[in-house]
């Protein structure tokens, strides 16, 4: 995982994984692009991760086009070509 992390963002994540996750989500809703590449990058090979989902059931993928974060989408849509999307979130 992560060879292309920077030492200093790696070193930077929270140590638990329900705190990467909030990171993961704040980023999509702030469409922070960086932060996005970095976790994306450094969880490639972790379905779980990428599947990440608020109490509403929204996925990154929602979250970033419920805030027109459009210019944040190509890392994950080149990801998901190899993993199953949830498409639906808790409201159908």
């Known amino acids: 995982m992560g060879s292309n992390l920077s030492r200093g963002f790696a070193s930077s994540l929270p140590h638990s994984f329900e705190h990467r996750q909030k990171l993961l989500l ?10 996005l590449l970095e976790l994306l990058q450094y969880y490639l090979d972790d379905d779980e991760f990428l599947r990440t989902a ?39």
Do not use: K, S, W
Not at 28 to 34: I, K, N, P, Q, S
Not at 69 to 74: A, K, M, N, R
């Open 26 to 35: 704040r980023a999509a809703e702030d469409g922070d692009f960086l932060v």
């Open 54 to 92: 608020d109490e509403q059931g929204n996925t990154v993928l929602h979250i970033l086009c419920l805030y027109g974060h459009e210019d944040c989408l190509q890392p994950l849509l080149e990801r998901a070509h190899t993993m199953p999307l949830e498409e639906r979130n808790a409201d159908g």
